[in-house]
């Protein structure tokens, strides 16, 4: 069954320093999506990505984040400079469109970015 | 605003009893309903879903969940529990007209116990 994969699965970085997290969405799924969960809190949306632009953004999504198709296959997060609290567990998922509406979103295993 | 609770935050069985985990939403509008789990070690994975029609919907592994649209609710049940049922649940919801964004509960903690 094709799943959705997330590389890395742990990412340790220092405040301030810029950090990339790359997914690679299920391959004929159009619809992507980037979530995350601090520790101890509910899964959040950040962004929903479709047709090479985003569709729909959270008020988390601020201008230090940025998404990215760079090519056919893969899918990037970018946190330009990053701080204590974007520690989290990010997700990303992707969803194929069915007549009349989306289907399921299907999620990948996560990346724990901790920022020291 | 649109927001999901999961009221129970950890539950303990033991093998063979029943479960329902409650899931309640505040939207009077149409909605798409899910449940996730999330097993130890393991990503989210769809237990199932409901869109529209039959308001019982059956899921993988035993589980099912009841959509009751006047209680605004969409519990999870499963007559009995197995011990490898150990694992997240979540509940999420994509509120129409607010795009397709997942808006989840806070999870709910299950442990089986032998």
């Known amino acids: 069954e094709p799943e959705v994969t997330q590389t890395p699965s742990h990412q340790v970085t220092q405040m301030g320093q810029e950090v990339i997290l790359r997914c690679v969405p299920i391959?004929?799924?159009?619809?992507f999506y980037w979530y995350r969960q601090i520790l101890g809190q509910k899964v959040e949306f950040l962004v929903s990505f479709y047709n090479n632009e985003i569709s729909e953004k959270s008020e988390i999504f601020d201008d230090q984040f940025s998404v990215e198709r760079p090519d056919g296959s893969n899918f990037t997060l970018k946190i330009r400079s990053t701080k204590l609290e974007d520690s989290a567990m990010y997700f990303c998922?992707?969803?194929?469109?069915?007549?009349?509406?989306?289907?399921?979103?299907?999620f990948g295993p996560g990346t724990r970015l901790t920022v020291l | 605003a649109q927001s999901v609770s999961q009221h129970n935050h950890h539950v303990i069985l033991s093998e063979a009893a029943s479960l329902e985990l409650g899931c309640n939403y505040s939207?009077?509008?149409?909605?798409?309903l899910f449940w996730y789990v999330q097993y130890p070690g393991q990503h989210l994975q769809l237990l199932l879903k409901?869109?529209?029609?039959?308001?019982l919907v059956k899921g993988i592994k035993g589980f099912e969940a009841e959509f009751i649209k006047s209680k605004f609710s969409f519990n999870l049940r499963k007559p009995s529990v197995q011990w490898s049922d150990t694992a997240e649940y979540f509940c999420?919801?994509?509120?129409?007209?607010?795009?397709?964004?997942?808006?989840f509960g806070t999870g709910t903690q299950l442990k089986v116990e032998l």
């Open positions: 409901y869109f529209s029609g039959d308001p």
């Open positions: 391959s004929n799924h159009l619809y």
């Open positions: 939207y009077g509008g149409t909605v798409n």
């Open positions: 999420a919801v994509i509120f129409t007209g607010g795009g397709n964004k997942l808006t």
């Open positions: 998922a992707s969803s194929a469109e069915l007549a009349g509406g989306l289907d399921t979103q299907y």
